[in-house]
């Protein structure tokens, strides 16, 4: 398995292309199932779970070629109708091939995700809205088994007790846009990627309105066809490098951003007194004085996003105060705290809140990733560390950026991958 060593207390100085978007890529890609025909994807991100995602399509019968940052996807005549555990275990976002596999066959076979380190992740809203559109559903030694007879549209309350689910949304719309009839999803996830997904489907010739907002309305046709696709930018990937610049005192463009997609941590950046300048489509970050505390919650799109939490707190970890982190959307998303405090932070846990006590700064530890956003943090807090530190585990840091650690080197860090 491989490290990251880190040697901290560099300022990150100049400019980072963002990759394409991995949360925009894994449905887009499993939307490719609703037509026999040529798909073209460009930006598409080439990381683990870009790889994973091409494996359980391929499992389907699936031919895909990746050409540079394109993947070219024909599914033709699909052979089976089954992801099994092995795929679905190691990535949750593989779920979402059920709503196309149920709108293209009437029939999927789709292993239950199981829990991970930030959550019991559970599926009840998947199942409720492809229940809704006419599919028997039953769970078969963890398998969901799905079948449909015939598929009609509906209208359905998609919201969770955490409130709209992006896959969810994901997975009955995909399933919509082959089903007779108008299918309105309420509470439907308003997220950049959802909308990247509609967008997608609408080229591929489905008929689907008021996608960004809570309402989105889909009316079923008969055929998709092939199309060809940008994938937008990821606001994560791009979100987690304003956050490095930041950190390290740096001054960094970050290139390739829908500046519309950041807001939510723009501003509170700018409110712990980051400078941040925005451009058509990138941003200019940069931070002298010191870090005031800010207490941030998450939300889903377009309030702050879950995904940055863990970055946001390696920052106020050594902010010049007490900041508060609520988690709304997964409120055991906190696995980092732990290998933070190992690094000399002082934050405290209180079920959904944790309490960040600012220090001056943090001292290089060997560290322990547990999840994709929390290997992040954990690289993030070894820039600014003083002296060394070793970040292990990452191939969860692998599943979602593209090349990290190559692109903070050329910002001038001093990190490199070693086996662990
Ligand atoms: C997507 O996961 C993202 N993954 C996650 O990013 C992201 O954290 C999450 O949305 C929230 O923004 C991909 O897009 C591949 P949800 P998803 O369904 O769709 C609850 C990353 O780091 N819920 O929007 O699986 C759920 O427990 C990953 O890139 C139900 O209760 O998340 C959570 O509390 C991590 N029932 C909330 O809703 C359901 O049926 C939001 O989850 C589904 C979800």
């Not at 025909?37 to 790889?51: F, G, M, Q, R």
């Not at 999927?108 to 492809?130: N, W």
């Amino acid at each position: 398995m491989d490290k990251l060593v880190i040697e901290g207390g560099r300022p990150l100085k100049g400019s980072v292309t963002v990759s394409g978007s991995k949360n925009a890529l894994l449905p887009i890609l499993a939307a490719t199932l609703l037509t026999p025909e040529k798909c073209v994807i460009k930006n598409a991100p080439l990381l683990s779970d870009t790889y994973t995602m091409l494996r359980i399509l391929r499992h389907l019968g699936v031919s895909a070629e990746i050409d540079g940052s394109t993947i070219h996807v024909k599914s033709g005549k699909l052979k089976k109708f089954n992801a099994p555990y092995r795929f679905v275990s190691t990535m949750r976002a593989s779920f979402c091939v059920l709503g196309p596999l149920l709108a293209r066959l009437k029939k999927a076979e789709v292993s239950l995700p199981g829990g991970c380190v930030i959550g019991i992740r559970p599926v009840d809203l998947h199942l409720k809205g492809l229940k809704a559109l006419g599919a028997n559903i039953e769970i078969k030694e963890g398998y969901v088994c799905a079948q449909a007879k015939r598929l009609s549209g509906k209208q359905i309350f998609l919201g969770g007790s955490f409130g709209s689910s992006v896959l969810a949304t994901a997975n009955v719309m995909m399933a919509a846009t082959l089903t007779p009839g108008t299918t309105i999803i309420e509470n439907a996830a308003c997220e950049p990627e959802t909308v990247d997904l509609a967008n997608f489907l609408n080229r591929m010739g489905a008929k689907i309105k008021g996608q960004g907002s809570p309402r989105i309305e889909i009316k079923g046709v008969k055929y998709l066809s092939g199309a060809k696709y940008e994938i937008i930018p990821d606001r994560i990937e791009a979100i987690t490098f304003a956050i490095a610049a930041a950190l390290s005192k740096g001054e960094v463009t970050i290139k390739n951003v829908r500046v519309e997609h950041l807001s939510a941590v723009i501003e509170k950046l700018v409110e712990a007194g980051v400078k941040v300048k925005k451009g058509k489509n990138f941003i200019f970050v940069k931070r002298t004085g010191s870090l005031r505390p800010v207490d941030i919650t998450t939300l889903p799109y377009p309030g702050f996003p879950t995904d940055v939490q863990a970055q946001f707190m390696a920052l106020m970890s050594v902010a010049s105060g007490i900041s508060v982190i609520t988690e709304k959307i997964y409120p055991d998303r906190f696995m980092h705290i732990s290998e933070l405090n190992r690094m000399g932070a002082q934050i405290f846990r209180q079920g959904p809140y944790s309490i960040v006590h600012g220090v001056k700064n943090l001292k290089g530890a060997q560290v322990m990733a547990s999840d994709l956003r929390a290997s992040a943090a954990l690289v993030l807090a070894g820039l600014i560390a003083k002296d060394k530190t070793e970040v292990f585990r990452i191939y969860h840091l692998d599943r979602g950026y593209e090349n990290l650690d190559k692109k903070l080197t050329q910002l001038g860090a001093r990190i490199y991958r070693g086996k662990q």
